[in-house]
């Protein structure tokens, strides 16, 4: 591929193991939350969009990193790829504290097909580069962190939206967020004691989550109206309606 520069992937993955501990100290968190949950059957009202956020907040810096190096390689096809959740996701951020304030509105449902498709586009390319290239740590990366999300959202939000995109809006591929895990079981990369077990707690903690939202009947409803997360959920299924 004309001007595509492997370089700047292995960045990246040198750089995940900081990402992997970052976003392992948030996990963390979320256990101590969900314990005082668990313990005194009080909802811990302490999820914003800021923690949410800050989970991710290295790796949003790191493709913003990787978008420069890109354009100083003058690799073309990276750069768009790093832009979408380097720079692309801090424009977006911008655009939501003018929003809050008053100060810009934003029809988020006019873009959310896109924005749908493009983040699917963006983490199969990624992930079939990141194989490719046999960067493996990054993969978890992702994964530990969209799983952290889910569980969040499940536990302290009463909502099942993005765990229940897991199953549905027939993207399959999503089983790769939670099959990441268990990467470092079975591949060699850096810390991979401590991020087998971060793995398979995540997903103990994730399935206990699942278990709770089919009892309580709230994995398959839809949100209606305004959404208290940025924007409406888009599906690709044909089915819009609530299930």
């Known amino acids: 591929m004309p001007g595509f520069e492997p370089d700047i992937y292995h960045y990246f993955e040198k750089a995940s193991p900081y990402i992997n501990i970052w976003i392992g100290g948030f996990f963390a968190f979320t256990l101590i939350r969900l314990t005082l949950f668990l313990v005194t059957r009080k909802r811990i009202k302490i999820y914003n969009t800021l923690i949410s956020e800050s989970t991710g907040v290295i790796l949003v810096l790191n493709h913003t990193v990787c978008f420069v190096m890109a354009i100083l390689a003058q690799d073309l096809f990276s750069c768009l790829l790093f832009a979408w959740w380097g720079p692309g996701f801090i424009v977006t951020a911008i655009a939501v504290v003018l929003e809050k304030r008053n100060l810009l509105k934003i029809n988020w449902a006019r873009y959310g097909l896109i924005t749908s498709i493009a983040c699917k586009l963006c983490y199969v390319i990624f992930i079939a580069i990141y194989v490719w290239l046999g960067c493996y740590s ?8 969209i799983v952290n999300d889910q569980i969040n959202l499940a536990w302290f939000c009463d909502n099942a939206d993005r765990t229940r995109r897991t199953l549905e809006d027939y993207w399959v591929l999503r089983v790769l967020y939670v099959g990441g895990l268990f990467v470092p079981l079975f591949l060699p990369i850096p810390h991979a004691s401590y991020l087998g077990l971060l793995g398979v707690s995540a997903f103990l903690v994730w399935a206990i989550s699942l278990v ?7 994995l398959r409803i839809r949100p209606q109206g305004k959404s208290n997360f940025l924007r409406e959920i888009v599906y690709l299924s044909t089915d819009s309606g609530t299930d």
């Open 138 to 145: 990054i993969l978890f990366s992702f994964s530990i962190w």
């Open 212 to 218: 709770r939202l089919i009892r309580n009947g709230t």
